[in-house]
């Protein structure tokens, strides 16, 4: 995984009038924790840390945070956003090494089209977007991708379907559900009217029937 460079500054003032004067300025306060030392308060640039976590590997990059003379292999632990504009205001940095394993949530994409599926006019329906992944920073997949054209209507794709990619784990319920394939409320009540139809027309022919029968 390519790693990505971003300067940390610190000594940076505490308190919430503060934080909101450093992010008026174009700066994300931060915190920066993990393996033993103290939380040290930093900030960083907001375009700069925007453009580190647009990458390929998007949030679970890892971050050469430069700090003083002292450059940490990072990950982001959290990031905080405003409730409306969506802007990040407050990022946690954890320091990791590059051949242990941590825990991080990493995308479900799904590719491809479910042909069947849609030919009855169903949809896939995406119950999982994320997955808790154990693995080292160096092997942190960008997104884990399943592929549904195979789908038919009422097919399930369960975690222990999806394809990790070596070096990776996962402790969640190999049984959860990520995806189902399921008929529209339209597809049903066309099979429900169908089912009606055919019902109406055999009840006919029932009634014709015994007309003629007692004729």
């Known amino acids: 995984m390519p790693q990505n460079q971003l300067v940390a500054e610190t000594g940076r003032p505490t308190g919430s009038a503060s934080s909101n004067r450093l992010r008026g300025e174009g700066k994300v306060p931060g915190v920066l924790y993990g393996h033993g030392m103290a939380p040290l308060s930093v900030t960083v640039d907001r375009r700069e840390l925007r453009h ?3 990458g390929p590997a998007g949030v679970n990059a890892v971050i050469d945070l430069q700090v003083g003379d002292s450059t940490h292999h990072t990950v982001v632990k959290e990031l905080q956003r405003h409730p409306i504009k969506r802007m990040v205001t ?3 940095f954890l320091v990791v090494r590059m051949d242990e394993a941590i825990t991080v949530d990493v995308p479900i994409e799904l590719e491809g089209e479910a042909k069947a599926v849609l030919a009855e006019n169903g949809i896939i329906e995406q119950l999982m977007y994320t997955l808790a992944v154990a693995t080292t920073p160096a092997s942190i997949p960008s997104a884990i991708t399943v592929d549904i054209s195979d789908l038919q209507p009422g097919d399930v794709i369960t975690v222990g379907e999806l394809p990790l990619p070596d070096g990776c784990s996962t ?3 190999p049984d959860m559900a ?3 394939a399921v008929t529209t ?15 109406a027309e055999g009840e006919g022919a029932e009634a014709e029937a015994a007309a003629e029968t007692k004729e």
């Open 52 to 54: 580190v976590l647009t």
């Open 90 to 92: 407050h990022v946690d």
């Open 171 to 173: 402790e969640v319920d």
């Open 178 to 180: 990520v995806a189902i």
């Open 185 to 199: 409320a339209a597809a049903e009540a066309e099979v429900e009217e169908e089912a009606e139809g055919e019902g």
